[in-house]
């Protein structure tokens, strides 16, 4: 996996390359799935909105999905289990107005993780999804500590039943991936979103920011959407709407 | 003016039971460290109190407080080849021992608590160096190359002239190194525990304060004649050093406790954070801080025993204010939603449990004993100690305290 991905970003370079080179070049519709050769490419911003107002109290759906797509089982001990997404409960105090969103990896444009991680294991690729590489992850942990989100969860003990495209091994770290496996398959949608679709809620829409047609893109530009902690200027891949 | 006396510097004798008994107790919690350390690994870190809310635990607190304190040991050395006071010149050889020393068992503790300790290579040959953690592998390497080469210069008749140069140098890069250290939280924007700026300062005033403790009772034990002139001096560096800690603490919290967006973890900590807030008080303001001072300025006879414990109490009170500040630090939950109430699976919203478990502690522990260890097999093979560290030896200058019948009599004669 991590050859692949060292070719992804090798390719990127030399795609950044060409593009600077050839402006006002066509490129080939983004939308298309891309074979394992061809770099992801800044051209995509890979995000999703959340829309709180549709998420319903006490559904898990997208929680459940995310870890049987990714092999994410625990072991009944909550303070050391993976949790790659979790639903969080926000109130008010003052109104007592209370829901209920969806919390995973913000897939942050200037990722603090990344910034902190001596190796380099943490990083982001030009599409804007933020991953671990656990070949080089040595499980200092640092990233834990940057991440403002609370959005990684580190392996504590032996892992079984590992997806083929999702590696997972004990003493590393690990998030969401925004289904890098799906995006690169050119598949249109996250596990979550998926989920959350077949549930009839919709309150996840996954899809690229930079193309103004994509539905994303609409709903943010028709409605607008709020990046959690926006005070710290990450400029985060994934947008809320509907937290009041 | 006469010059410093040459010091003479000697092995201590190892033939002794004592020594061999220091080392038989040194040897056995190294040897424990890296049994939990190896359970850790084999296991997973699901063995230990740490957790996906605690992520640093036990072993960062005593890696952090050797390191910290490996940087101060040098302090010292610092003052004789820096500062030029020569009264500290025949301890420069150890201080820089001692420094060595501590960062090696801080090191250790840190590496081995890693999830991947194996991928240590990794981690020399991978750099993102936009980390302060990748930039500290530099300043934590290159600290024991700089101050090798200053012992070096000491050491080496022909090279002493290039000791003073040597020591700025490595003057230079501990407070560099300290910075560095202290930053690692302080850069810490998402935390509201760190993110303070006033964290590298901190850390360097703590690590003078660490240091000078753990190096007092290193030279107190090596059983080399000690002059009460010189043992006065190291005790009031000690207490303005401790006076200093507690200054930049004030100013921590006060600081915090102007801004409201802070109330919260301030709260926390001064005031019901449970086992934290007894940590801070009881712990690092009263045991590391306030007794220390009682001890070393306000007693009548301020006697050797009763600087050890002086110096005893700053280290208990540093590893609480450590673990106030990592584990303290961590339990507050993260504020993803300011102004709200959270809850959820993953404790969001609460302040998370942590127990320090067996195999951190002996894994800390073990790291304490393998700095030790470095220094007593280290005074065994090299000439670090003075033969004699008595007042006149050290300085030809001194004149004994006269005691109250002699001033009686008039005996005040000048130096």
Known sequence: ?244 | MAATPAQRYTLIDGRGPAYIGLLAVLGALVLIGLACAYTMEHNGHVITGMSNQVVWGTPHVFAVFLIVAASGALNVASIASVFGRRHYKPLTRLSGLLAIALLVGGLSVLVLDLGRPDRLIVAMTYYNFKSIFAWNIFLYVGFMVVVAVYLWMMFERRMNRFSKPAGLVAFLWRLILTTGTGSIFGFLVARQAYDAAIMAPMFIIMSFAFGLAIFLLVLMSTGRPLGKQLLGRLANLLGVFVASVLYFSLVFHLTNLYATQHHGVERFILLDGGIYTVAFWVGHIIVGGLFPLLLLYVTPRRSPALIALAAILVILGGLAQVYVIIIGGQVYPLDLFPGREVSSSFFDGVVANYTPSLPELGLGVGGFALALAVVAVAVRVLPFLPEDLSDHAVDPNHVPEPAPRAVEAGDTSAA
Not at chain 1, 156 to 181: F, I, N, Y
Not at chain 1, 190 to 204: D, L
Not at chain 1, 210 to 239: C, F, M, P, Y
């Open chain 1, 1 to 244: 996996m991590s050859v692949s991905r060292r070719r992804f970003l090798a390719a990127g370079a030399t795609a950044a390359g060409a593009a600077a080179l050839a402006p006002g070049l066509r490129l080939v519709d983004l939308a298309t799935a891309r074979s394992p050769e061809e770099a992801a490419s800044s051209l995509n911003r890979w995000g999703l909105l959340i829309d709180a107002d549709k998420c319903a109290d006490g559904c898990r759906a997208c929680v459940d999905a995310c870890h049987t797509e990714n092999g994410v089982s625990g072991h009944d001990r909550p303070e050391t289990d993976p949790q790659w997404i979790r639903t969080v409960s926000v109130s008010d105090p003052q109104t007592g107005h209370s829901q209920q969103l969806p919390v995973m990896c913000q897939h942050c444009e200037e990722p603090p993780c990344v910034d902190v991680c001596p190796t380099g294991a943490s990083f982001r690729r030009d599409d804007g999804i933020v991953l671990v590489d656990k070949h080089i992850c040595i499980g200092c942990r640092y990233c834990m500590m940057a991440c403002p989100y609370k959005a990684r969860s580190f392996i504590h003990e032996q892992v079984t039943d590992q997806k083929p495209d999702m590696p997972r091994g004990k003493g590393t770290v690990e998030s969401c991936t925004l289904c890098v496996h799906r995006v690169d398959r050119g598949d249109t949608q996250t596990a979550c979103a998926e989920a959350c679709a077949k549930e009839g809620h919709r309150a996840i829409l996954f899809g690229d920011l930079n193309d103004a047609d994509s539905e994303i893109s609409r709903e943010l530009k028709a409605h607008g959407g709020i990046q959690l902690r926006a005070d710290l200027h990450l400029n985060t891949g994934v947008r809320y709407r509907g937290l009041s």
